[in-house]
Structure formats: structure tokens, C-alpha cells
């Protein structure tokens, strides 16, 4: 039967064997090191959608059962399965990589930054070894390798932004890593406490879950595991190391750790916290939301008040990230199908971010906004494609963040009134900001060192000696900047990442469809909101 072929094994062996593969080519081969890289995060992307389509959303439970004993005295098993919400995160993940990898695959190729950094057999290499513990956390069924794939996907970060990252790139490569290992301390620790105090003998997520674990337990490790997983998701206080590491890093890897990394927090408060500890949930829940309220307000906030671009993207990640933990902590269905819906929309869109400041960068050298203007009439296709993603952000009915935000603020109104009136302030301030962006980036009179690619090379000495003092003390040199619309290879990931954002803002019972039950299941174990 169809249904018995292990596709979840698939999925995650589609990445881990494209990284070998690509760390036994030779280094110079670069055509075929980016060709083996797309071909594997192709096949995850692909069999992502098909377990998707395969999905049955009318059964409750778990689908796509696999279990292999791996320490069988220790209660350990090699064990996958997968529900509406962690469905949802697998295609978010399919569809990330995929266009990541095209994206880096250009960047190397047009001798940008990541071209004269060069080792691309490394860069991808870990580039789908982290993508397969993303993979992994999503499917995983037993604690012990949740936790697992969770360092998997953690780790290589360090490298991927310290080596092939720009600015402080070291600095945000350890402030990261730092953070992140807090957290993953925190998280073993109420798997291990979640273990021993069972008595079980197993970290089988099923047995785990039907185990009553006390008020006064639940009440002590709950937050310390919120808190572990909240530090990935970007939970304030322990926000600072995201947006030091989105500017750090390359565009592909930005996209994966805004778009995806992030959610391997949300998803674990939700598979762990609040599946294993529901009277914890309960109890601790008003205390968070109060912190996911400064996280949506204080973020956009900072963005609003960022010169740097990418900076605006991050702390633009740190309020819509604020969103999703305030439907985790409303704890009804309204608010949680709204928080994986958010999950997903707000991934594919700070993906598209990502890609179209990398893409930008190349152009004009420079993220400083105030260096930029009328890019717009020299660049139509990013223009539009910042439209679609600024917009989706501040959320536009018609897109998917329209979609997310409303039925996240609808379930804190039932929750929190006072607390959803904060957040509400928090998505005006974000369309302050983003049309903001927009305007100065896209709009207004053209800046006087951007040249067309056609004419840059019979103007160049003529406009480098006539504009060298007022091009130079905005961070140009005095030099022309060549400016051109996106490529071929540019537009195919950004038109994917926009196809999506559209469809799910047009059709977003295609996605609720198979989120909802798994939301009515848990909300149901809490004891929350219906």
C-alpha cells in the first residue's frame, strides 16, 4: 500500500544524504555541489507536498506512523509521526529550503558575498544537515531524538554565520550559540525531569501524554520549558541574539533562521509544554501572554526606529513572533489555529524579506535605508515583491498574514481583552514601519549612484570624478553602484514564496483544514477555550 512507504524517513534522509553527497565532491565543482543541493531540498520539498495531499484531515491522531527500537533499556526509539500542526511546519520547511538553496546557489554564482567567501561544498553541506534536524524536530514522536534533531538543527548556525556571515559576523555566531544552548540546558532538563518522574522507563511522547504528572511538577517545569523553547522563538527578554544573528547572516541562512528555526521554539511549547504539562499551561499562561504583549509592541517598535534593513526584518520577526506566542498562551482553538497559521505565514514571508535584502545588498552595497531611494524605477520585480511581503506583514486581507493576525487577535480577545488591545497597537505600528521602508527604499527621487548596468561602463570615471564627496560620505567610495531588476534565478524562488503567501491569504482553509483538528485535540488535553 501507498501509505506504508516510511515518507517522513524519506524526508529527512532527502537532506542528510544530499549533505554527504556534497561533502564527497570535490570543492571546485561547484555546479555540481549546487545542483546535488537542489535536488535533494527539491525531493524534501516534493515529498512534503505529497505527504501533505496524502494527509487524511477528517482522522484525529497522529499519521504516518514509524517506529524502530534504537535503546530499547534506556526507552528510546526511533519514533515519527506527524499531526495537522507539525504538517504545516514540514511544508513550511520544504518550501523554505528549496528556495534558500536557489537563492544561495545565485549569490555564489554572481561572485556577491558568498562568492568571495567561496567553500560552497561546506556551506551547503550544513545548510541541509541543520535542514534535517529542522526536519526532525517536526516529525519526532520520542523526546530523546526531538532533542536530537532540536541540537542538530541548532548547531551548524555557529558556522554558517561565523564563517559566510558579514559584520559582526563572530560575535553573532556566539551570542547565538550562547542563547540557544541556555535554552536547549532548559529543555533537557524538563525532558529528563518529564523522564525520571514518570517512572516509565521511556521518552515516548504517546506514553508521556497520557501520563497525569502532578499540579506542583507541572507548575515547577512548565515555564522552564516554555522558556527553553521560548528563547528560539524569540520570547522576551531573551530575544537579543536573533536580530545580531539575522543581520550576520547570509541571505539563505536568514531566511532558514527567521523562517523556520524560530518556529522549532513555538512547535516545541506546543508539542512538549503544552501537550505533557496542561494544568502548567494553564496556570502560567496569563503571565507569558503579559511578555508576548512587549515582545509584539516593543519589537515593532525597534524596527520602526532601525537605519539598517535587515535589522528592520529581525526585530520585525521578534513582534510577529510575539503574535504566535500570544495565541500559544490564549490557549483556544480561535488563538492556536491563528498561532501555527502565523507560523507558517509569517516563515514564507520573512523568507521573501531575506531574500529580497540579499538581493538588494548586491546591488546597491549597502543595507543603510537612508543610501537608498527610488529603486523602484530601476528594479520593478523586488519593488513589487517588498510590496507583496510589507504588506502581507502589516497584514493586508488577501494575503496570509491577514489571516494569521485575525484569528490570533479574535482568540486573545476572548482570552485577554485588555492584552489584545496592546497587540492590535502593535500591527499599526508595523504598517508605520513598513510603508516607511518601502517608501524610502523603492520610492521617491532615484539616488544619484545608482547607474544602469548598460550604462555603468561609459559613465563611470565621469560620475565617480563628479560625485566622489557626496557618494563617499554615504558609504559608496565614491563609486557608481550598478543597478539592475532581479534575474531569472531570483525571481523563481521570490514568485514562489509570493505564490504562496497569496494562496494561503486567498484559501486558508487549504492549510486550516489539516491544522484544525490537532488544535481541537490539544485545547481539548488543556482544557482551554473551543
Known sequence: ???????????????????????????????????????????SLALSLVVFYLFDASKPGFQFLEK?????????????????IGLAMLLLTGIVIFTGVLISAHEFKEGGLLGR????????????????????????LDLFFLFLFYEIA???????????????????????TLYLMLGSAFILLGILALYFTSGLGTFDWFALSNYSFSERFQTIFFPIVFVGFGILAGLWPFHTWSPDGHASAPSAVSMLHAGVLMKLGAFGIIRVALALMPYGAKFWAPYFAVLT???????????????????????SSVSHMGIVLLGITSLNVIS????????????????LFFALVGAVYGRTHTRVIADMGGLAK?????????????????????TSGFVAEFLV?????????????????????????????????????????????????????????????????????????????????EKIPMAILILVIITMGVWPSLLLRVVNPAVIELVGRIGGLF
Do not use: C
Open 409 to 489: 487577535l479574535v482568540g486573545a480577545f476572548r482570552a485577554y481583552p485588555l492584552l489584545a488591545v496592546g497587540a492590535a497597537t502593535g500591527v499599526v505600528i508595523t504598517a508605520i514601519y513598513v510603508l516607511r521602508v518601502l517608501q524610502k527604499i523603492f520610492f521617491g527621487e532615484l539616488n544619484a549612484h545608482y547607474v544602469t548596468e548598460g550604462s555603468q561602463a561609459q559613465t563611470a570615471d565621469e560620475f565617480s570624478a563628479r560625485h566622489l564627496q557626496k557618494v563617499g560620505s554615504s558609504g559608496h567610495h565614491g563609486f557608481p553602484v550598478a543597478m539592475g531588476d532581479a534575474t531569472t534565478a
Open 154 to 176: 541548532v548547531l551548524p548556525m555557529y558556522l554558517l554565520i561565523g564563517i559566510w556571515g558579514t559584520g559582526k559576523k563572530e560575535y553573532s555566531a556566539m551570542k547565538l
Open 68 to 84: 524502530l527500537p534504537w535503546l530499547p533499556s534506556l526507552g528510546i526509539s526511533y519514533q515519527l509521526g506527524i499531526d495537522g
Open 378 to 398: 530601476l528594479s520593478p520585480f523586488l519593488a513589487v515583491a517588498f510590496a507583496i511581503g510589507g504588506l502581507a506583514s502589516l497584514g493586508l486581507p488577501g
Open 336 to 351: 492556536l489555529d491563528g498561532a501555527v497559521f502565523q507560523m507558517f505565514a509569517h516563515g514564507v514571508m520573512t523568507a
Open 293 to 315: 504583549i512587549v515582545n509584539i509592541v516593543y519589537g515593532a517598535l525597534v524596527a520602526m526606529n532601525q537605519k539598517d534593513l535587515k535589522y528592520v526584518i529581525a526585530y
Open 117 to 140: 567567501v567561496g567553500r560552497p561544498r561546506e556551506f551547503f553541506a550544513m545548510l541541509l544537515i541543520l535542514v534535517t534536524g529542522v526536519f526532525g524536530v517536526f516529525v519526532s
Open 1 to 43: 500500500m501507498i501509505m506504508e512507504f516510511p515518507y517522513l524517513s524519506a524526508i529527512l534522509a532527502s537532506s542528510l544524504l544530499g549533505g554527504l553527497a556534497i561533502m564527497l565532491i570535490p570543492d571546485h565543482k561547484h555546479s555540481l555541489i549546487k545542483l546535488v543541493a537542489g535536488i535533494s531540498s527539491f525531493i
